[in-house]
Nanobody
Framework: QVQLVESGGGLVQAGGSLRLACAASGGTFRSYAMGWFRQAPGKEREFVAVISGSGGSTYYADSVKGRFTISRDNAKNTAYLQMNSLKPEDTAVYYC?????????????????WGQGTQVTVSS
């Protein structure tokens, strides 16, 4: 049983920055690949980024490459998403996810564990 609690969402202006955090409990944190998805109103859920358990590998959606950085602090059981150069089209509910299988992040079913989501709104 893995529980994920997100924080850090809010309202920012275009061009600004925001850092999301995802605190995990209930599992061996470094055994889980941690990732982020987002869903905007009327749109499908979209993969954003994932990081391997050790932090050694990261993968990003093309839409956020060069602007977003995923990281993790295994001593704090926390994953982060640093979002820079934010655009209005980044507006969405952002969800943290965890799964031992990094391949789950590219599957139709998706990762096994999800956070509650946090709203990110980018104004123009």
């Amino acid at each position: 049983q893995v529980q994920l609690v997100e924080s850090g969402g809010g309202l920012v202006q275009a061009g600004g920055s925001l850092r999301l955090a995802c605190a995990a409990s209930g599992g061996t944190f470094r055994s889980y690949a941690m990732g982020w998805f987002r869903q905007a109103p009327g749109k499908e859920r979209e993969f954003v980024a994932v990081i391997s358990g050790s932090g050694g590998s990261t993968y990003y959606a093309d839409s956020v490459k060069g602007r977003f950085t995923i990281s993790r602090d295994n001593a704090k059981n926390t994953a982060y998403l640093q979002m820079n150069s934010l655009k209005p089209e980044d507006t969405a509910v952002y969800y943290c996810a965890a799964d031992r299988r990094i391949s789950s992040y590219s599957s139709a079913i998706g990762p096994g564990y999800w956070g509650q989501g946090t709203q990110v709104t980018v104004s123009s």
